[in-house]
């Protein structure tokens, strides 16, 4: 199994960054990709970022494309997201999710992180 823990969320000024972190443990050695995921209140969930575990291929919704950047830090299994420009339009709840080797689906996910930009 793996666990997922997201930190980093709060409230941010539009125009301004906040970042997530995502720490993966147990299995870790068995994760093929990573992604972060958001759900604004009332809307679809929308996979905006993803990173393989080796972390040197990402990529990015159109949303979140030029703003936001996604990285891992291989010596504390970690997934981080950078989110600059901040718009009203980014509050969310910001989810980080596995997806294992073999399975097509991210079937792993942390408990949630909210994330509120003031206009």
């Known amino acids: 199994q793996v666990q997922l823990v997201e930190s980093g969320g709060g409230l941010a000024q539009a125009g301004g960054s906040l970042r997530l972190s995502c720490a993966a443990s147990?299995?870790?050695?068995?994760?093929?990709?990573v992604g972060w995921f958001r759900q604004p209140p009332g809307e679809e969930q929308e996979l905006i970022a993803a990173i393989n575990w080796g972390g040197d291929v990402t990529a990015y919704s159109d949303s979140v494309k030029g703003r936001f950047a996604i990285s891992k830090d291989n010596g504390k299994n970690t997934v981080d997201l950078q989110m600059n420009s901040l718009k009203p339009e980014d509050t969310a709840d910001y989810y980080c999710?596995?997806?294992?080797?073999?399975?097509?689906?991210?079937?792993?996910w942390g408990q949630g992180t909210q994330v509120t930009v003031a206009s």
């Open positions: 147990g299995r870790t050695f068995s994760i093929l990709r």
């Open positions: 999710a596995a997806r294992l080797v073999g399975s097509i689906n991210f079937n792993f």
